[in-house]
């Protein structure tokens, strides 16, 4: 999955993506965007890696696009650099927590550029949509495009409203995602690509002045999860010798590195869980939508067990970590065989039985 690093020009989100993904930014692609990839820490695959040895161990991995960030001040360039991030799977919001002090208002500010790009991809399909209304065209036609733009009217307006002020609108997220859409009404609006209705994760890039200080309730009143990392001062922490990183992060009253955990939580907020894949070759971590079938997670190892898939071996993590191994597993009953419609959990260890 590709998550797009977002935020105003200067919030620090180059920093971030060099310590997300340990990839330097290239100043040459700063306006184009780069891409890297993060491998996300499970302890789990950890110990499964232990017990079986294998000749190889492989991580669920997220894609971060770093892009160039929105200007505070010509506002109105800010669509097309938004453009960018149509196709990434969810966004993280970068806010500038080293020389800003209103942490509240940049998340309001950077919201409300989203929903102005939002509403002019919405407004110009409206204004297509009327026009083609216009036309004589097949009864069936006219009936599609007219629920298209009902809803589409619908959208436009809750972001006229502006929702970012209500108390209830998902945490103050705003724009098309505090409508709440019906599965069919999302589909229907897919193709738009939205940036309102991606996954969002905040993330306070702090400065060493702000460590281990709360975040202000104005901030979590708008972004109840919102993270916050000291990503900077955590990669010059890192590149100290052993005895004298020890000795900084004492005096800062850190008492260890958050990167992994930030990981996982990103990972966890673009709706991806993970399922394992264990044997003497490789042990690996396949990552999946929250809410996915047994079929989908054969496709992502490979299209072909996808098509002949006939049925899934499942173990929890847990159970497996328990018992010790597959055949224990049998006996103790904590085995099972699952279908194709199977909502695979995040944790379990598959092997997918297919035919060829
Ligand atoms: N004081 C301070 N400066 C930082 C910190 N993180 C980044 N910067 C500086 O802020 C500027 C913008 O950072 P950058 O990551 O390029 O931001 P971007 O424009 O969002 O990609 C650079 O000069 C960084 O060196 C920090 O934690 N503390
Ligand atoms: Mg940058």
């Known amino acids: 999955m590709k998550v797009g690093i977002v935020g105003f020009s200067g919030s620090g989100k180059s920093t971030v993506f060099h310590w997300l993904t340990g990839v330097r930014p290239d100043p040459a692609k700063s306006q184009t965007g780069q891409t890297g990839i993060a491998r996300i820490p499970d302890p789990r695959l950890d110990w499964l890696s ?7 161990t492989t991580p669920a991995t997220l894609e971060f696009l770093d892009t160039p960030g929105l200007l505070a001040t010509e506002r109105r360039d800010n669509p097309r650099r938004l453009g960018i991030l149509r196709e990434a799977g969810g966004l993280l919001v970068v806010l500038n927590g080293f020389n800003e002090p209103d942490l509240a208002s940049q998340l309001r500010r950077f919201r ?10 919405v407004s110009n399909r409206i204004s297509r949509l009327k026009d083609q209304l216009r036309k004589p065209r097949p009864a069936k036609q006219k009936e599609a495009d007219e629920q298209e733009l009902a809803l589409l009217q619908r959208i436009a307006a809750a972001f006229e409203a502006s929702p970012l002020s209500l108390p209830d609108s998902g945490g103050g997220k705003g724009g098309a995602a505090a409508l709440g859409l019906k599965d069919d009404e999302e589909k229907a ?8 209705l991606k996954p969002e994760q905040v993330l306070v890039h702090l400065g060493e002045d702000r460590l281990n200080q709360p975040l202000p309730d104005e901030l979590l009143a708008l972004a109840p999860d919102a993270l916050a990392a000291p990503a900077k001062l955590e990669m010059e922490l890192h590149e100290l010798p052993e005895d004298d990183r020890q000795m900084f992060m004492t005096d800062l009253g850190l008492t260890g590195f958050i990167r992994d955990e930030v990981l996982r939580k990103i990972f966890a907020a673009m709706g991806q869980i993970v399922f394992f894949t264990v044997g003497e070759d490789e042990c690996r971590a396949w990552s999946i939508p929250k809410g996915a079938d047994a079929v989908t997670g054969a496709g992502q190892i490979h299209t ?4 002949g898939f006939v049925r899934a071996e499942v173990v929890s993590y847990e159970d497996f970590q328990r018992v010790g191994s597959m055949k224990e597993a049998k006996t103790h009953g904590v085995y099972r065989l699952e279908g194709k419609s199977y909502i695979v959990q995040d944790g379990d260890i598959m092997h997918i039985l297919a035919s060829t």
Do not use: G, V, Y
């Open 112 to 121: 409300e550029e989203l929903m102005f790009a939002d509403l002019e991809i």
């Open 189 to 196: 609006i897919r193709s738009f690509q939205l940036l309102t």
């Open 304 to 307: 072909d067990l996808a098509r």
């Open 50 to 56: 232990a017990h079986f040895q294998p000749r190889k």
